[in-house]
């Protein structure tokens, strides 16, 4: 019996084999990157009134043709763009169904085939659609395909909900082209939905009904292992069909760990193969529990997501693979788990990227706030969304449109064409169970988002643009949310700044101003400095503790598992060991093992690092975590030696005193090859002079303390080797504690002493100085690095030795990262490279900030929310900085660690204090 059995399923199996596939034949590329040419001829524009070619699949304007248009313009041309192209179909086809495929052209596109119609008007870009063109073909023989596209829409829906919007709008064939041969009985399309249970559900549709006829279908691991027998049902008098089968302990799929299957469907009539299709699907179960959360295979999750354009500055719309990887690479790199599709179906590629690599989606029916496609349109076009996607595992939702942009009418067809019956979600709305609203300030309520009674992810939040938003009040967001039982996480906006290449303006970068600035990358996904802020505070792994490691650290390290499925015993982890040597450059290191515990997902654990021999050798702590791909989580850092302790190593102290001289007007100290000259009236430096040379470092050291005013000063010391200058704040007739000692060490090293006595709150706090910022050429530092940072963007920087040349980058607008301007954490020693000279600089005092100049406003909008507030100087050593807003909200609505720095009066506490040195080496 056993061998009789083994032989049915052989036999089956070689029928699963040998069955018919559909053929397929490329017209155009399947990507960007191996596009090929065809007449083309443009109708107003560049380059129009002539016949040329242009690759496909591609948008005409990249290439030379049209206009250029964003979707707010309001003047713009509707040109079309005609093509042709000229093609061979086997022989052998004739007695097959062809169809002719397009993936996607924007925006109402007719199609030919040897001077006759293929079929209506196609309308609405980024949908796949075909004809049966079998009729029309010369088989054997060269054949006429030609296909007019007309950038606006005939239709008033189509054209306001694809290309009234708030990104580019282009023209063109813009996705693949091809033709399918198919059996005269053959299968149209499956439907799979595989829960996390094992329970296997298809619909089998056909062509047409099929008499005599049979359905078998065989589920395989990817690796082409039979998974449990097949599965066989006998047709009927339909043209569809279900099938059912249940497995035992599938591998699931989820973001953590992707498990794919693929299943081989093949019709036989008269015991005879027809046709075959292989679809890959996943077993997973995603749900909304209304009240309580969404779930992943049984599993409460929060999404930690990005909206996502389809875009590159050479090529638009159109695009490749290799960028879809890519792509969900970075978003991967980010601990990212999700992806919203604005406001457009992807290419399928980024789908089967999703899917292989891990990430949550949501597809999306295209509408941006004007009306909606109109219902006979719309139920076209969602049939068209849905029967393509279906079958991803990566989908775990549709949205209907996005901001007002939903038609209610089209709710039907979405339930009618998922198998799976997914959640349809109209992004900003609150809704009967969920609510997705835009923007909201930190901790908004009462009875809404963080104090409502909804299952809450805004599908956009923390809206970037420049450098603010994005990673700037994430930390805040992000543990109000973890802490809110009916989070279900998030979606930034958004991924790349959407820049394009204008060859009609000679090569420039165009993001529309602000409009197209607001990535996390850059046009060429360069990463900005909330990439590594993003990276960190969505760590799966969260390792709690400062970022100090005491001597008395024991090698313990409580850590929160954050993941969803993955135990941190599946993780790796290495602990290594930095004694840095800053004068030279080097750094020495040495690794230790680190003993991960069993942890499970939402609970939290020790990991054991295996100390060295005696911690206080060494400067820095890193703890590199590994997730079970053997990519890394982040890397995290803790300082060991104080910044007063590794002054010491830098800053001569012994020896004989500088001569000192004293007037009415100044104090001058001098030794060896320095002259240090300081106003006693302004109480600051005026003169810094080595070997002759002279440093401009002026008009400092001041106070730069917000609304601060210094209505005059005291001057004491003892006469020989320290100035003190005592000034008094505006209005304030108490005793003068504001302070700034100026002196000169042995070694020919400038003491810079500093105290405040202001209680209030303030932007930024400190001391700065007027320096000419086009003599700087670079400058390298120990401190907290490569990137600048903001008060509510103090994560995503490394302690260590940084070095990077000057730039004039204004975030969003030039895309030379990491900028050399702004705020720089954690300083220990800094060195400014000028055409001057060096002039070094060397902390004293812990957690002190470099202000290193202040970058240049960008293209300003309709506030200025994003620009930071910094020094009126333009080289400051800070003990506060300011924080920075998104584009819509300003910093004191993003949370607590967007709020001024608060400081109490020493009536109270001690006064604000910092120190820190100078040495100029021309």
């Not at 004739?94 to 109402?108: A, L, Q, R, Y």
Request: proline share 5%; charged share 25%.
């Amino acid at each position: 019996m056993k061998n009789i059995l083994c032989t049915i399923l052989m036999a089956l199996f070689s029928i699963l084999l040998s069955a018919q596939s559909t053929e397929s034949l490329y017209l155009s590329g399947k990507g960007t990157d191996d596009a090929v040419m065809w007449d083309f001829y443009c109708t107003a524009g560049q380059n129009s009134g002539k016949w040329t070619q242009i690759p496909v699949p591609s948008n005409w304007e990249f290439h030379g043709f049209g206009h250029f248009n964003y979707g707010h313009d309001t003047k713009r041309v509707n040109e079309s763009g005609k093509y042709r192209y000229n093609f061979a179909v086997p022989a052998g086809w004739k007695n097959k169904k062809v169809n002719i495929v397009f993936e996607g052209s924007m925006t109402d596109t007719e199609v030919r085939i040897n001077g006759r119609s293929a079929g209506p008007v196609h309308q609405g870009a980024f949908y796949r659609f075909r004809y049966d063109v079998g009729k029309l073909l010369r088989y054997g023989k060269e054949n006429l395909l030609e296909v007019t596209v007309h950038k606006s829409s005939a239709n008033a829906t189509v054209e306001k909900a694809e290309r009234k919007a708030d990104f580019w709008v282009f023209g063109g064939i813009f996705r693949p082209v091809w033709l399918e041969a198919l059996p005269q009985n053959h299968i149209k399309r499956i439907a799979i939905d595989a829960k996390c249970d094992g329970k296997f559900t298809m619909d089998v549709f056909l062509d047409k009904t099929v008499s005599k006829g049979e359905i078998i279908a065989q589920v395989k691991t990817l690796d082409g292992k039979l998974y449990g027998p097949p599965i066989r049902q006998n047709i009927g008098k339909t043209d569809s069909l279900r099938l059912t089968a249940a497995y035992s302990n599938p591998a699931l799929w989820s973001s953590e760990f992707p498990n794919r299957y693929e299943v081989k469907v093949t019709l036989l009539k008269d015991n005879e193969e027809q046709h075959s299709i292989t679809e890959k699907f996943g077993f997973r179960t995603v749900e909304l529990r209304p009240g309580d959360g969404f779930y992943v295979n049984g599993t409460k999750i929060r999404f930690k997501g990005v909206n996502r354009h389809t875009h590159w500055p050479t090529s638009g719309r159109a695009s490749n693979r290799t960028i879809s990887l890519n792509d969900a690479l970075l978003i991967k790199e980010m601990n990212m788990n999700a992806v919203r599709m604005s406001h457009y179906p992807p290419d399928k590629h980024f789908l089967e990227v999703c899917d292989s690599l891990g990430l949550y989606v949501i597809d999306e029916l295209t509408a941006w706030q004007y009306p909606p496609y109109e219902t006979p349109v719309g139920k076209k076009l969602v049939k068209e969304l849905i029967t393509r996607d279906v079958n991803h595992p990566c989908i775990v939702m549709w949205a209907n449109g996005n901001e007002g942009g939903f038609n209610f009418e089209l709710l039907p067809e979405f339930a009618r064409y998922d198998i799976q019956k997914r959640l349809v979600i109209h992004p900003w709305l609150e809704e009967e169970n969920v609510n997705t609203y835009h923007y909201n300030s930190y901790g908004v309520g009462t009875d809404f988002f963080f104090q409502g009674n909804k299952v809450f992810f805004p599908t956009e939040f923390l809206h970037g643009v420049y450098d603010g938003g994005h990673g700037a009040g994430l930390d805040d967001y992000w543990n109000l949310m973890l802490h809110t039982p009916l989070s279900a996480g998030g979606f930034l906006w958004d991924f790349a700044d959407q820049g394009v290449v204008r060859n009609d303006k000679g090569g420039i970068m165009d993001a529309h101003g602000h409009r197209g600035a607001d990535g996390i990358v850059g046009p060429y996904r360069e990463k900005e400095g909330s990439f590594y802020a993003i990276k960190e505070i969505w760590s799966p792994v969260y390792p709690e503790g400062s970022n100090f490691l005491p001597l008395s650290f024991d090698g313990k390290i409580k850590v929160q598992n954050r993941y969803h499925f993955t135990n941190l015993n599946q993780c790796s982890f290495s602990a290594e060991w930095a004694k840095i040597d800053y004068p030279s450059g080097k750094v020495s290191m040495i690794k230790t093992s680190v003993d991960v515990p069993d942890v499970a997902p939402g609970l939290s654990g020790i990991l054991k690092v295996e100390l060295p021999d005696d911690i206080s050798h060494y400067d820095a702590f890193y703890l590199r975590g590994f997730a079970p791909d053997g990519k890394e989580i982040y890397t995290w850092t803790r300082t060991i030696t104080s910044a007063s302790r590794y002054a010491e190593r830098l800053v001569e102290k012994e020896g004989t005193q500088p001569e000192f001289l004293e007037t009415a007007e100044e104090a001058r100290y001098t030794k060896g090859h320095t002259t240090l000259v300081v106003d006693k009236k302004k109480g600051i430096i005026s003169k810094i002079e080595v070997k002759g040379k002279t440093l401009p470092l002026e008009n400092g050291p001041r106070f730069t303390v917000g609304n601060f005013k210094v209505s005059g000063t005291e001057i004491s010391g003892d006469g020989k080797n320290v100035v003190e200058f005592l000034f008094k704040q505006e209005g304030d007739e108490k005793q003068l504690r504001n302070k700034i000692r100026i002196s000169m060490l042995p070694a020919e090293w400038i003491e810079v002493d500093y105290s405040f006595d202001v209680g209030g709150s303030y932007d930024q706090i400190g001391v700065t100085f007027d320096f000419p910022e086009e003599s700087v050429k670079g400058v390298r530092w120990l401190g907290n690095g490569p990137y600048r940072v903001w008060k509510n963007r103090m994560k995503g920087v490394t302690f260590g030795i940084w070095e990077k040349e000057y730039n004039n980058t204004v975030t969003g607008q030039s895309w030379e990262y990491p900028e050399f301007k702004g705020f720089h954490s954690n300083l220990y020693a800094a060195d400014l490279f000028t055409t001057y000279g060096t002039l070094r600089i060397v902390a004293e005092k812990q957690n002190l900030f470099l202000h290193l100049f202040t970058p240049e406003k960008p293209e300003k909008r309709n506030n200025d929310n994003t620009l930071g507030i910094f020094p009126d100087g333009q080289l400051s050593i800070l003990n506060a900085i300011s924080a920075v807003g998104t584009k819509f909200k300003k910093a004191s609505e993003v949370g607590p660690q967007s709020q001024q720095n608060i400081f109490i009066s020493s009536d109270h506490t001690e006064p604000l204090k910092g120190k820190f040195y100078l040495k100029f080496e021309p």
